[in-house]
């Protein structure tokens, strides 16, 4: 109806004017999401919204639910300036920001003849579907497939990627290497600075230890930084590969520990030794953070971290990078995972690849089997299904040749190996 600019209104006020249109027989559509650095999608859903009725109304999240959802550092508008930008789009005639982690109340008090949502929901997974059956509500998934979220704008604008010249070749006698500048000075000076030294290493606390291998977690002067060592180094990538796999990724926009150090070459027994070091994440360990939360987590929260995972393994894809062991402790939690490739970090980068080609079922069911299995005692079906959801762009009609590829995978993995105590039935 709106050919002017919308009006942000209280939701006091709001209800009065929607009353005096339904008595001059106008209908009324209803969208809301937190709007947090508008982009193409949100300017689609709600010119498609627009066309469903002839009022407009768009909920707006204010702050503390949008913090909530997403995670420390936003919003990165304030509520009031978000309903603003909102309200100045063709179509919308009112806006309202409410403080609910659902619509359900304003749903009730607002009683529209259509609840729009983007198409990364469905029945299944939208927080509302109950009441708006019970009211008697349309539900219409509205604007295109999730796939340039607020959540993948700052990621693009955070990105700090290392610069290429600050690495120096270390080249030796018995080891060569590669290092961020200074860092081996750093390094040294702590006594962590050459392959003999963190092959004996004792400092800090153990993390893992397995058959001549080992992590410990070491503070240095305020950092803290893991050492990576192999006694006897198996067949396949090295410290040097990996290294380089922490700076492909940073520099591809997504997150992953800064590396500092990786040594390759005769420890002081003669025998093949490498070691890596690499600066802390912030944050914790996914498993570690649905194990704690999921169980009191609301149904908006969980259908947002979902989204976020998913989509940040996608990105990880879409820039062809192939992670076999995409387990859910080698992603780290800085915030919630509804920031997507914001707020997660990818860790034990040894044997990533580049894929030559689009990432395609075949070549991403390792990896999507791999976190699928490590979610599998965390999460129950409905959450994992989310994620893929989420992965393949906000639907699951066209998914049957991934889940196909995926349960293969799992198939041959589970059982094995590391997926030995995955397989386990999910809570």
């Known amino acids: ?135 008697g509500v349309r539900t219409a998934y509205v604007g295109d497939p999730k796939g340039h979220g607020t959540s993948d704008l700052v990621a693009r604008l955070s990105v700090r990627p290392i610069v290429l010249d600050r690495v120096e070749t270390i080249v030796e006698p018995r080891v060569r290497g590669l290092a961020l500048a200074g860092k081996p000075r750093f390094l040294a000076a702590h006594g962590l600075g050459d392959l003999g030294a963190l092959l004996a290493c004792r400092e800090g606390t153990e993390v893992w230890k397995h058959r001549g291998r080992f992590v410990r977690r070491v503070e240095v002067s305020g950092e803290v930084v893991y050492v990576k060592v192999e006694h006897t180094p198996r067949r396949g990538p090295g410290a040097l590969d990996e290294f380089r796999h922490h700076l492909a990724l940073r520099a591809a926009g997504l997150r992953a520990p800064e590396p500092w150090l990786a040594l390759e070459g005769k420890g002081p027994d003669g025998r093949p030794a490498r070691a890596l070091v690499t600066k802390e994440a912030r944050g914790g360990d996914l498993a570690a953070f649905l194990s704690s939360r999921y169980a009191t987590a609301s149904a908006r929260e969980r259908a947002a971290w979902a989204r976020g995972l998913g989509t940040a393994v996608r990105a990880l894809h879409t820039a062809r990078f192939l992670h076999p062991d995409l387990l859910a402790h080698h992603l780290v939690v800085d915030g919630t995972p509804a920031g997507g490739p914001s707020s997660l970090v990818f860790l034990d ?27 599998r005692p965390l999460v129950p079906l409905r959450f994992r299904l989310a994620v893929l959801r989420a992965y393949l762009g906000g639907r699951l009609s066209a998914s049957r040749e991934w889940r196909t590829a995926i349960l293969r995978r799992i198939r041959r993995v589970e059982g094995r190996g590391t997926f030995r105590a995955l397989g386990k039935a999910a809570p």
């Open 1 to 135: 109806m709106n050919g002017a600019r919308g009006r942000v209104l209280s939701e006091a006020a709001l209800l009065e004017a929607l009353a005096a249109h339904r008595a001059a027989g106008r209908t009324v559509a209803f969208t809301n999401g937190g709007f947090d650095l508008v982009h193409v999608g949100h300017v689609r859903m709600l010119a498609e919204a627009a066309t469903l009725c002839d009022v407009l109304v768009v909920g707006v999240n204010d702050d503390a639910s949008v913090r909530a959802s997403k995670g420390a550092g936003r919003p990165l508008v304030p509520a009031a300036e978000r309903a603003e930008v909102v309200a100045g789009f063709a179509g919308v005639d009112y806006v309202v920001v409410f403080a609910d982690k659902t619509v359900d109340r304003l749903l009730r008090a607002v009683r529209p003849d259509v609840h729009a949502k983007g198409r990364d929901y469905a029945d299944a997974t939208l927080p509302e579907a109950a009441t708006n059956r019970a009211l």
């Open 349 to 375: 980068l040894a044997r990533l690849t580049r894929a030559r080609t689009r990432v395609v079922p075949r070549l991403a069911a390792p990896g999507l089997a791999a976190l699928a299995l490590s979610l």
